[in-house]
Every structure is written in structure tokens, then in C-alpha cells.
């Protein structure tokens, strides 16, 4: 069983929709990434949460340590919001060199 | 600002050709440098990371190799690629190890055939 479960795997909304991406895991951990990928690769960090809640313009990210469980929200979706979205969680002990574990990713995809 | 640099974006190669991806990080000076391979339904995965000139480790067996020959430049080599080498590679740098805060190349995606 992997650490780190996304759901859902593939997401295909319209636009203007309110989407929610979810992350569980099942490690201790001390924070956790929300990461975006672009179609061409690229990874860029949309947050880093430990408790509560973040917010920046339309994205929302939301975490309860004591469930293990966070998610990522979008509000009025966008085409241009169409990307992989990854969670990364940073093991409490344990990890890597980068101290990190992946989740395998949210494929979006808003259609105008 | 720091930058990161990746290269080629794309690259096709036959099995058993060889393998040169380089990587370069700008306005950063001893930076940990990483590389990570991301296969068709997985996540990522740490290949090497590096705290220094030369200074190499290895996150799991493989065919391929990493070198630093300079403080900002991480290459990933391999001498006879495999099938199983296709995938999507990513060059990754942080201020220091377990710094959990990595800035991510714009990636290379390699197709063996």
C-alpha cells in the first residue's frame, strides 16, 4: 500500500466548478507540499501546511494531521488550472535525502 | 534569484545508446542537488542527490549514474540506456538535505526505443 493516496486519480470538470483533490497518508509527518505540474513538466509549490489552512487567490489547502488527511480546493475553476496536482508529504522520520514521499498525482482537467 | 536550468527537454535514444542530461542552478552557491524520475502512473522518485563537488549518493540500484563536476552542475549519465529508462527526469536543488523545500527543473523526458 502506498503512503501517500490521491483521489481522485483523473478529475474532468467544467469550467467554473469547485474542485476538491484529496491526500492521505499513513506516516507521521511534520508538514506537507501541494505541488502543481504543468502539461509541459514543470513543478512548481502551490503550498507547504502543517495545520489548518492556507489560501492563496482561488486555491485552498486544508490539513487534519490527526486524520492524516488533506485537500486541495479550487474555486471557479479554469481551464488554465488544468495540471497535475501532487501531494508530498515530509516524513516526521524515515524519509530520503529529501526527506520527502510522493503521491502519484491528480490529473485535472477543466473543460471551458 | 536562483534559477534552475535543465537539459535537453526532450531526448529520443536507441537502447544502448548513451546518456547525458545536465543540469545547472544559478544564484545559489552550494546548493543540494537532486535528480528524480517520474514513470507513466507513479510518483517521483529519488534517483541521486548530491551535498557537493563530487560528493555523490544513490537512492536506489539502477542503470544510470550522477555526477557534480562543478558546485552548480549535476549531470545523470548512462552508458547503454534500457527500455525500462524511459520516463520523465527531473533536477531538483535546496538550500540543504531534508530542507523539504525543493525547486524543481522544468524536467527532460526521455523515450528509449
Known amino acids: 500500500k502506498n503512503e501517500v493516496e490521491q483521489s481522485p486519480q483523473n478529475l474532468t470538470a467544467q469550467e467554473g466548478e469547485f474542485i476538491t483533490i484529496n491526500c492521505s497518508y499513513s506516516v507521521g509527518i511534520s508538514a506537507l507540499h501541494w505541488l502543481q505540474q504543468h502539461p509541459g513538466g514543470g513543478i512548481v509549490s502551490l503550498f507547504m501546511?502543517?495545520?489548518g489552512k492556507k489560501k492563496h487567490g482561488r486555491l485552498i489547502a486544508t490539513i487534519n494531521i490527526q486524520e492524516k488527511h488533506s485537500s486541495l480546493h479550487i474555486t471557479a475553476s479554469h481551464p488554465r488550472d488544468s495540471a497535475v496536482y501532487i501531494c508530498a508529504v515530509i516524513r516526521a522520520s524515515g524519509g530520503g535525502a529529501d526527506g520527502l514521499t510522493f503521491g502519484k498525482g491528480t490529473h485535472l482537467i477543466i473543460q471551458p | 534569484s536562483q534559477t534552475i536550468h535543465q537539459w535537453p527537454a526532450t531526448l529520443v535514444q536507441p537502447v544502448g545508446s548513451p546518456l547525458s542530461l545536465e543540469c545547472t542552478v544559478e544564484?545559489?552557491?552550494?546548493?543540494?542537488l537532486y535528480w528524480y524520475r517520474q514513470a507513466a502512473g507513479r510518483g517521483l522518485q529519488l534517483l541521486f542527490y548530491?551535498?557537493?563537488?563530487?560528493?555523490i549518493s544513490s537512492e536506489v540500484p539502477q542503470n544510470l549514474s550522477a555526477s557534480r563536476p562543478q558546485d552548480r552542475q549535476f549531470i545523470l549519465s548512462s552508458k547503454k540506456l534500457l527500455l525500462s529508462d524511459s520516463g520523465f527526469y527531473l533536477c531538483?536543488?535546496?538550500?540543504?538535505?531534508?530542507?523539504?523545500?525543493?525547486?524543481f527543473g522544468a524536467g527532460s523526458r526521455l523515450t528509449v526505443l
Open positions: 501546511l502543517s495545520s
Open positions: 548530491s551535498v557537493g563537488i563530487g560528493q
Open positions: 531538483a536543488w535546496s538550500v540543504s538535505i531534508g530542507a523539504n523545500v525543493l525547486t
Open positions: 544564484g545559489t552557491s552550494n546548493p543540494n
